[in-house]
């Protein structure tokens, strides 16, 4: 049986294909594309530590730097691909980025989960709200006065 018909992040644990209302079903893709800006501001700054730790080069991390920012300007001229089958905002951004420049893109993922990618993305995402929030505050409080 193929393999491409599995659930991607499930890798080779399952040997049946993933019915499609259920990849539907349990993809995040449509909810969490929103903090594509937040996804690659985390992996611009992983991919940072990666080449002072000397896992990446700076060829490495300059290449994947380069082409994050290309995919957000994709994601936000709104020519990306946003693909169900991948599941969620991570996958689809590390899928592209490893389109586009191969195995280096791979090495991204080196020393962190994706519920370490999931738990930095909503804290950054949390933080503009924040801000935001807090800015409408001080709005009613001078609309007050």
Known sequence: MSTDKTNQSWGGRFSEP??????RFTASVEFDKR?????IMGSIAHATMLAKAGVLT???R????ANLKDIQSEIEA???DWRVDLEDVHMNIEARLTD????????????????D???TDIR??????????????????????
């Not at 586009?100 to 519920?115: A, D, F, P, Q």
């Not at 807090?134 to 009613?140: D, F, K, P, V």
């Open 35 to 39: 903090l594509y800006r937040h996804d």
């Open 58 to 60: 700076d060829a490495e």
């Open 18 to 23: 993933v019915d499609a209302f259920v990849a």
């Open 124 to 145: 950054l995402w949390l933080r503009d709200e924040i801000d935001v929030i807090l800015a409408e505050i001080t709005r009613l409080q001078q609309g007050l006065l």
């Open 78 to 80: 709104g020519t990306f």
């Open 100 to 115: 586009r420049i191969g195995v280096t893109g791979k090495k991204l993922h080196t020393g962190r989960s994706r519920n």
């Open 62 to 65: 300059d290449q994947i730097i």
């Open 117 to 119: 990618q999931v738990a």
